[in-house]
């Protein structure tokens, strides 16, 4: 049976609410994710995305891209307890490190950005869903079933955001693997 994963760009809540995580004014990933090479491909069921502005703005762009063998440099990797197992309590949990399983966790593989990270020169891409929200607002995609976009391994899930004034942002995204 198929699992599925709950990745955000913040630590796994306990005691305290989830971290906001600042945008930029320049595009900046917000979220990576990276497959294991043992799995051949994962679906991205859903990924969704929130702001704290509180006053109406111009609205920022905002993607869900896969990048070739490019990753970003993020400023925090998750944790092998920030992958929450979603539709089943005793999934399997991830492994820690950059050979996690079922997800790579480093700076260079999954992890999110809590400031500027670098970007890298990215040469391929594949666009899944490029929206412009508003500061004030949130989006949330469900793919349906059986057209979900899948994830290859060796390639770089990332969700990335630029404003033109910085803005908080909770991201996510569910996978299945």
């Known amino acids: 049976m198929a699992q599925l ?27 990576q994710v ?14 969704g995305c929130s702001f704290d502005g509180s006053a109406a703005a111009t609205p920022g762009q905002i993607e869900l891209v896969e990048t070739g063998s490019i990753f970003a440099t993020v400023s925090t990797a998750a944790a092998a307890g920030d992958i929450i197992p979603w539709n089943d309590p005793n999934a399997p949990a991830n492994t820690a490190g950059g050979s996690g399983v079922p997800f790579n966790l480093s700076t260079t593989t999954t992890g999110f950005a809590t400031a500027a990270g670098t970007e890298g020169s990215i040469t391929t891409t594949r666009e899944f869903d490029s929206q ?46």
């Open 5 to 31: 994963y709950l990745i955000q760009n913040t630590t796994a809540t306990t005691t305290a609410a989830p971290v906001k995580q600042p945008t930029g004014t320049a595009i900046r990933t917000m979220l």
């Open 132 to 177: 412009l929200v508003a500061p004030t607002n949130q989006y949330v995609k469900q793919f349906p079933l059986g057209r979900e976009p899948a994830l290859n391994p060796g390639k770089c899930l990332r969700i990335r955001a630029t404003f033109g004034t910085t803005v908080n942002m909770y991201c996510y995204v569910i996978v299945e693997v």
């Open 34 to 47: 990276a497959l294991s090479s043992t799995f051949p491909a994962a679906r991205i069921v859903e990924w």
